[in-house]
């Protein structure tokens, strides 16, 4: 079976959103999709992320894949763990068998063996696809994730489907690095408008036109901005800011005390809190942002957040969702495991956000700026990165108190409200 016949048969049975890491066993069906004009393809920088951006869009009312080799069921264990299957997430994964029968290339052979286990332990149904069925195994996959709530899998061994470099096998050959990128990707915009203390100025490259900056700008504006700021305000008083420019728009927190804080300000039904994966909040928001483009989509992350899954910001740069919001409330620690140093006390994130393609990037201190940079956010198009520096030592606030499903299903239905 070719790409394009899978790309037909998934989207005959709805679904209309996917997410995921090449894997050159895929890579027709991964062709067929990039060149779906409506870009409903989303290359994402690791299988966990793919996990998260798919959550985000079943959240917002889509039917989600998640297309990965087997080697990413490693990296995204935890994801599908605390994330998908503790939330219930519905999501079809499209997983590659590599190291089937034992034959492959060295790095696939262990993943190979255990593939089928790992989706047992995980408590992941799963088929087999095979030539003759795949009809019926894509009608099967679908009546068990909306029954089961949760994601399941099928499993692709080499020969099912076509490939563009003849090979079923793959054997990590050029198929592998194919891949033409994104498409359907909107340009970035040159209009630059910046809010707080200090905004990074000047415009990032648009996509087609990768022309670098030049030399002398940056060493100006490395001068203006310093390399790190003073943080006056707690991160409660910096969330507490922020929530009074909100309306309706969902809201993504990242684990931790970021989202005890937050419920503590205000529980709204338009928030997500993420209770368990860490890392993934700018992922999942990022679903949402793209399932719902009409309305703004507003992530509360921390700075090991970001920096955890810090690929995600290269793809909102490269997609460029006009209605993401995304907010880093950096106290340069691990605040919610002991304080413990983070890297952003020397590295700048809003720095790498404006590098990565947010349209505009801004760095606070002060509680007035925090409301500033937010409502200038949601009144202008994005992709928008509001790094908000914070004192380190929490607020003594309690655990959430709903439910994973809880907080699932009031989230899902304030984001599909009219
Ligand atoms: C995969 C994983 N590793 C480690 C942890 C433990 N953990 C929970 S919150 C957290 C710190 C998050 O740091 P940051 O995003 O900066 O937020 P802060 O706690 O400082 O508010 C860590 C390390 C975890 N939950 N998951």
Redesign the pocket.
């Given at each position: 079976m070719s790409g394009a016949e899978l790309a037909a048969l998934l989207e005959r049975r709805g679904f209309d959103f996917a997410a995921g890491v090449p894997c050159s066993l895929i890579e027709d069906l991964i062709a067929a999709l990039e060149r779906d004009p409506r870009g409903r393809y989303v290359a994402a920088p690791r299988e966990d992320a793919a996990v998260g951006l798919a959550g985000g869009a079943w959240l917002a009312g889509r039917r989600p894949a998640v297309l990965m080799q087997n080697s990413g069921l490693g990296t995204s264990l935890?994801a599908l763990a605390s994330f998908s299957l503790m939330y219930g997430l519905p999501a079809l994964l499209v997983v590659t068998w590599r190291g089937f029968q034992g034959k492959d290339a060295p790095e696939h052979i262990l993943t190979g063996q255990i593939t089928p286990s790992l989706l047992e332990l995980l408590g992941i149904p799963h088929r087999v696809l095979a030539r003759d069925s795949i009809a019926a195994d894509l009608d099967w996959a679908r009546r068990e994730m909306d029954t089961l709530m949760q994601p399941v899998a099928l499993v692709i061994p080499p020969g099912v489907l076509e490939t563009g470099h003849g090979s079923a096998a793959g054997g990590g050959g050029p198929g592998e690095t194919r891949g033409s990128g994104l498409r359907g990707i909107p340009g970035h915009r040159m209009l630059e408008r910046g809010v707080g203390s200090v905004v990074e100025p000047g415009p990032p490259p648009p996509a087609a036109d990768p022309t670098p900056r030049p030399a002398a700008a940056d060493e100006q504006h490395a001068r203006q901005t310093p390399q790190s700021l003073r943080p006056v305000i707690s991160?409660r008083e910096a969330i507490a800011e922020a929530v009074k420019q909100l309306g309706d728009e969902p809201l993504i927190h990242?684990?931790?005390?970021?989202c005890r804080e937050s419920f503590s300000v205000a529980d709204r039904p338009q928030n997500f809190y993420m209770i368990?994966?860490?890392?993934l909040a700018s992922a999942i928001g990022l679903g949402v942002a793209l399932a719902r483009p009409a309305r703004r989509a507003v992530v509360f992350?921390?700075?090991?957040?970001?920096l955890?899954n810090l690929g995600v910001v290269g793809t909102v740069g490269a997609l460029a969702p006009k209605n993401f919001v995304h907010l880093v409330?950096?106290?340069e620690?691990?605040?919610?495991?002991g304080n413990?140093a983070?890297p952003?006390r020397a590295v700048r994130l809003d720095r790498i956000a404006r590098a990565a393609g947010y349209r505009t990037a801004a760095a606070v201190t002060a509680p007035d700026e925090v409301g500033a940079a937010l409502r200038a956010a949601l009144a202008t198009d994005g992709p928008h990165f509001v790094l908000v520096k914070v004192t380190?030592g929490?607020a003594d606030v309690p655990r959430i108190p709903h439910t994973p499903h809880a907080i699932r299903d009031r989230f899902r239905a304030a984001v599909q409200a009219p």
């Open positions: 935890n991160r990242a684990n931790g005390y970021i368990g994966s860490m890392g992350d921390g700075d090991g957040n970001l955890m409330f950096d106290n620690v691990y605040g919610s495991t413990q983070s952003s380190t929490e």
